[in-house]
């Protein structure tokens, strides 16, 4: 929009610069339109509770490990069966904070820890040692994560600092 704007008001001034804005403007929303389409067709794939919970995490790490980037699964304590919507939001954080390391972190090691240690809540955490962070209120994932959390009557921290990475710890009753 701002690309836009700034077009609009030099156009008859200065042509060249105004289409150059115009062409930012264009690559920008079409990187955006294909953000929200996959951030769509990733709300629409269903998870059911067939497979357990450890095992779509344990592929969905294995996933995205790459020469550049080592990626760590462990389960604490032992496994057990989770109602649908504890299941579906410990999965969408596990896809959210995975998401954001792969995307977002530059980081050369992702560990991700399902603990089942506590009978009362089962806790998930996803640290990385990336770029971090000042500002974690940029986009839609984290603060639907969030909310996601707070319907299942959990409960969510992030951690990170500039040059020392990312912590996201989620915690629901299980």
Known sequence: HMQ??????????NPDKAKEALDKAQ????????????????LRVAVKNEQPLPDLIKKMVADVETHEMQAI????????????????????AAQEGVNNVCKHSMASKLELTIDYQHLDEIKLT?????????????GFGLPGLRERVYLANGR?????????GFLLEVFVPG
């Open 73 to 92: 699964f462990k389960v604490l304590g032992t496994p057990r069966p989770l109602s649908q919507p504890v299941h579906l939001t410990l999965y969408r």
């Open 4 to 13: 836009i704007q700034a077009a609009r008001a030099i156009m008859d001034r």
């Open 126 to 138: 996803i640290c990385d040692n990336g770029m971090g962070a000042n500002q974690l209120d940029g």
């Open 27 to 42: 690559s920008m929303t079409q990187e955006a339109l294909q953000d929200i389409r996959q951030s769509v067709a990733t």
């Open 156 to 164: 969510m921290k992030i951690s990170s600092e500039p040059g020392e």
